[in-house]
């Protein structure tokens, strides 16, 4: 059977508009599933302190809730506002393993975490959470989970909290007031499942070796077992 | 002018064949500009301490150097080889910035790159760089710029590092033996230009802001000016 010219051109049109639009389709999936270079993929940025101070009331506050009266200045984005609401974001987990631990403004946070059924886990430096100030103490008398270093030769000196697993914050920045308003300090936050699960897999590995009954049967990931 | 029904088939036919060969190229497109999800991208890889001991030497020495007879494990990947092994990557800059700096291993290969013609800058606390055993002194005494806090007010409590502005190191880990042999430490390395982008940034501030003469002409990205 013979194709003419005009058959052939014709075939040739319709095939050029397939390519086009099989080109267009693949292209719009790329956007979709965040392949492109344009889209970074997962959740990335950088808090560096000291942090301008402001207030940040309506972070702990329920959606609706009556606006705050303080001095301080409002509606400001501050990389403390910012710390917060990435920890205020946790719905399921927070695991927290920091060398020192003050800051009363954080220490509020992770109560009203737990108030609200988040499972928290908190690991500490044995020698700093008995210094003057430390929340550890609060924070177990209202029923979270700490454990510390039994060596005594040893500091946990790691500053970096996983939350729900998936959001990873780590940097310099202990959780004390000095850290937060005056200290030159660096928090990165990333969701990128390559940097989380290495730092999820040190707190299961740090909360297991921190257990001072020793009989270490509880499954990490749950988040619910575990000494106070 | 009419189309058979043989014509419309073969039409289909044609234009479901260019429809796959689109997909397929731009699915090797894709794979190429590593945009799949499988390809992750730039580098990315924590460390976690203390690292276990183990010889180094090889990591300082020439390529082809005589092996080291020392008495410590030989060919072990430790973190600490692979941090030392990710500053020792440095061909152009290394712009330091460390809350305390007394490891003598770390001060070496600071100074090897320095001998090598490597522009490095190095920013650290006011109050510690005078502790003991602090190597600031015997980096200036090589001719390499270190510039501290002007104010006494704050702590300069990064620990971070940028090799060639384009890797960044960062974490909890002091530049001390204690921090690399004893303590809970973490680094995460990162060649993400997001990632690294505001710590160069954050370092430039810092070094400008911490020049003794107060006279801030100098562009921070050379790398070769600066106070000692």
Known sequence: MQVSLAELLKAFG?????????VEWVDWLARRLSLRRGA?????EVLFFPSPSACVEHLYAPAGALSCSC???HGVDTPFARLLGHLLSAG?????????FSNASLSRAVLLLHSR???????????YMTIVGSQIGTLRR???CVRHELSNAVHMHHKFVLVDGKKLLT???NWTVTAVQSNKENVLVTEDPDLVGPYQEEFCRLWEASDPTSQNQSDCHQGTAGSQ
């Not at 399921?92 to 020192?100: P, R």
């Not at 059924?117 to 020698?127: H, L, M, N, P, Y």
Request: proline fraction near 7%; include cysteine.
């Open 14 to 22: 319709i095939g050029a508009a397939a390519v086009t639009l099989g």
């Open 40 to 44: 970074r993929g997962p959740l990335k």
């Open 71 to 73: 001095p301080l200045p």
């Open 92 to 100: 399921a987990t927070l695991d927290l393993c920091v060398f020192s």
């Open 117 to 127: 059924g988040v499972a928290v886990r908190v690991i500490t430096d044995r020698e």
């Open 142 to 144: 209202a029923g979270i």
């Open 171 to 173: 940097g310099s920045l």
